[in-house]
């Protein structure tokens, strides 16, 4: 398990992630008014031979629109049920970030009684180092204490 600062910046980095994926749909797939077509020809670009053109009527909802590579417009009701879904994600995650923010340590206490907590851990700390060092002695006592032995029964 990751601690909460881990965490947060996990959810930070999705929601960074959320909102260009969102813009990003927003763009490529929002529904746009006609194309207007140029006035006078000596403007319009030059047909290709080798596309088809739209007059076949061969477009159709998913095609690209002139003009905007890459985008594939939605219909209205689509866009309008994605875009609410979009919303909905982004609006959790945000809630996901404040709950996480509202888990971390210290938010509701005091520099001075966070120093107080730190200083009484840090005392903790130096107890257990202590007895640590106390343990590996006596371990190391006790590994002498049976090489002796081995030594002797070896001479039996």
Do not use: W
Not at 104 to 117: A, F, K
Request: contains cysteine; negative net charge; aromatic residues 2%.
């Amino acid at each position: 398990m990751t601690d909460r600062l881990t965490q947060l910046s996990d959810c930070l980095d999705q929601l960074s992630t959320q909102f260009y994926a969102s813009l990003r749909y927003i763009t490529t797939h929002h529904p746009s008014p006609s194309q207007p077509r140029p006035s006078s020809p000596s403007t319009a670009p030059a047909p290709d031979p080798n596309t088809q053109n739209s007059s076949t009527g061969n477009n159709s909802a998913h095609d690209e629109i002139p003009g905007s590579p890459g985008q594939r417009p939605d219909t209205p009701d689509t866009f309008a049920a994605a875009t609410r879904e979009l919303a909905r994600d982004l609006v959790l995650k945000q809630k996901q970030i404040e709950a996480l923010i509202g888990a971390l340590p210290g938010i509701e206490t005091s520099e001075e009684e966070q120093n107080r907590r730190l200083r009484g851990l840090e005392g903790g700390l130096r107890r257990m180092a202590e007895e640590r060092e106390e343990v590996v002695r006596e371990k190391e006592r006790l590994v002498r204490m049976v090489e002796d032995v081995i030594v002797k029964v070896r001479r039996v």
